[in-house]
């Protein structure tokens, strides 16, 4: 059973940053995509950020620009770096990792963290 752990959400100011990081429990993390998704309340679960397991990033339209995806294959961790925050950006924040398919497609993620509030304030 691979476990997923997210951390570093908090309460914020607009214009502020926060990093967030998922530590995986299992060995072979360097395979694997990771990626963002988001569920802000009311919404549908929105992806956000995805790294291939050779490093490529993709962002949504929306994040570009302000977000960053890495990942520490050693530390078995991936991380957010999110700058210039706003309002929109409050949500849950989970982390994945993708089994098939595009990074950016939900459907193929196998496993996910329990979630980290992320809360940006005026």
């Known amino acids: 059973q691979v476990q997923l752990v997210e951390s570093g959400g908090g309460l914020v100011q607009a214009g502020g940053s926060l990093r967030l990081s998922c530590v995986a429990s299992?060995?072979?993390?360097?395979?694997?995509?990771m990626g963002w998704f988001r569920r802000a309340p009311g919404k549908k679960r929105e992806f956000v950020a995805g790294i291939s397991r050779s490093n490529s990033t993709y962002y949504a339209d929306s994040v570009k620009g302000r977000f960053t995806i890495s990942r520490d294959n050693a530390k078995k961790m991936v991380y957010l770096q999110m700058n210039t925050l706003k309002l929109e950006d409050t949500a849950v924040y989970y982390c994945g990792r993708n089994l098939f398919g595009a990074l950016e497609r939900a459907a193929g993620y196998d496993y996910w963290g329990q979630g980290t509030q992320v809360t940006v304030s005026s």
């Open positions: 299992e060995l072979t993390f360097s395979t694997y995509g």
